[in-house]
Every structure is written in C-alpha cells, then in structure tokens.
C-alpha cells in the first residue's frame, strides 16, 4: 500500500515521517496517518531492511498489546512492512503539551489537572505491567481526545518491551523531566501522576525506588556538568 500523493505532512522526526489522507467516504472521521521510517543509507540496505522491518513490526505489536489491555492508543490498521509504513487512526485532539501551554499564563486554572493526572498516571501503570517501555515519554506524545477526553498515547517509534524495573523508572524519569523544562509550577501534577501510576502498577514499590536512584544519577550528572 503506498501513501497517497495527495497526502499531507504532519509530521516529520529524527527517525519517521507521518503523512494523514481524509477519506471522502467517511465524513465523520479525519482519515488515517501513515507513519513510514526513513532509510539509513549509512547501513548496508540488507541490514537497513531488516532492522528497519523489525523496528516497524515492534511498534505496531505494543501498539496492539496496549489496545487489547484497555489503554487509549492508535488504532493500527495495516502494515506495510516492505516500505517501513504503519497506517493508523488520525486522533483529532491536543496533546498535553498544547493544553498546558494554552493555560500556563493563568495557572492551568481551565485544566482539570486531578483528572488529567488520573489518567496519565493509570495508562503508564497499565503500559509497563505489559513490559511495555515507551522510550519517549513527552508531553507531546500525550493527546487528548476532542470527544471524550480520554489520554492516547502516541507514537511509539521507541518503544520496546523489557522485564528491567530500571527501564521502566527511566521512562517516568523522562516524562517528568518533559513536565519540569516545558512547563512550569506542574510539580504537584507531575506527583498526582505518580500517585495515580503506583496505585495502579503491579510494581509500585520496586520502580518507586528505582526512580529515586535514576533521579539521584540525574542530579549528579547536572551537577558535574
């Protein structure tokens, strides 16, 4: 299946770009995105296919894993491995980096951030028990839903699946360093986050310790420079 030639850019990354084309049979949706993964012409175009096939097939299968647990994620609906292209639904929403920004300037006193934080925190609990690690947990890839106001998850381009608690903790540890560098005063969300992710996680206490080590490694690392 190839992208349209019609098809419009929405997006373009260090390792995808992702196109979306309406569909004029459907008026009451936006269509569907195709995300295709450049080629590394540095790699031998052997490995390239391969690393880049399985790359492609990794992140439509813990896009499924997460859909069948309950959580809000893209719909996948067609794979085209030969080009390195996964065509999904087109979630029409702002993601949380959008929201917060919108409302910084008068305290996000338009955000309900108690529920906001509920469902982030519950989705990324319900996401690593699957061993799920997102690899690029950022206010960005976070989007809520025009209807409904459910939290998707996007974009799991790095995503992987790991047994490791450490993994696990690096991913909270990056989302949370995403909360304090774009958006300001959302301590207190950030820690209703938490809150919500350890009632819900199968393994709370484990990667409640591991975070506060990646945090004290962090802080060392700011400090030496």
């Known amino acids: ?126 996401m690593h028990d699957l061993n799920i690690i997102h690899g690029d947990l950022t206010t960005s890839n976070l989007l809520i839903r025009e209807k409904g106001d459910s939290v998707v998850i996007i974009d799991f381009g790095l995503s992987s699946t790991s047994l490791l608690i450490e993994d696990k903790a690096v991913d909270l540890y990056v989302l949370e360093r995403a909360f304090s560098s774009t958006h300001p005063q959302t301590e207190s969300m950030f820690a209703m986050i938490l809150d919500h992710y350890f009632k819900n996680s199968k393994q709370a206490k484990q990667v409640s310790r591991k975070l506060e080590d990646v945090r004290m490694r962090g802080r060392k690392r700011t400090m030496v420079g």
């Open 1 to 126: 299946m190839k992208i349209p030639e019609d098809a419009v850019l929405i997006k373009q990354g260090a390792e995808a770009v992702s196109f979306t084309k309406e569909h004029s049979h459907k008026k009451k949706t936006k269509g569907c995105i195709a995300k295709e993964r450049f080629k590394k012409t540095y790699r031998h175009p052997d490995l390239d296919q391969f690393l880049t096939a399985r790359r492609v097939i990794q992140e439509a299968r813990c896009l499924q894993k997460c859909k069948k647990a309950g959580m809000d994620t893209p719909t996948v609906y067609y794979i085209d491995v030969p080009s390195a292209t996964i065509f999904m639904e087109n979630i029409i929403g702002l993601t949380v980096k959008q929201k917060l920004l919108q409302n910084q300037d008068d305290g996000y006193k338009n955000v309900d951030t108690d529920a906001l934080a509920e469902k982030i925190g519950t989705s990324l609990a319900k």
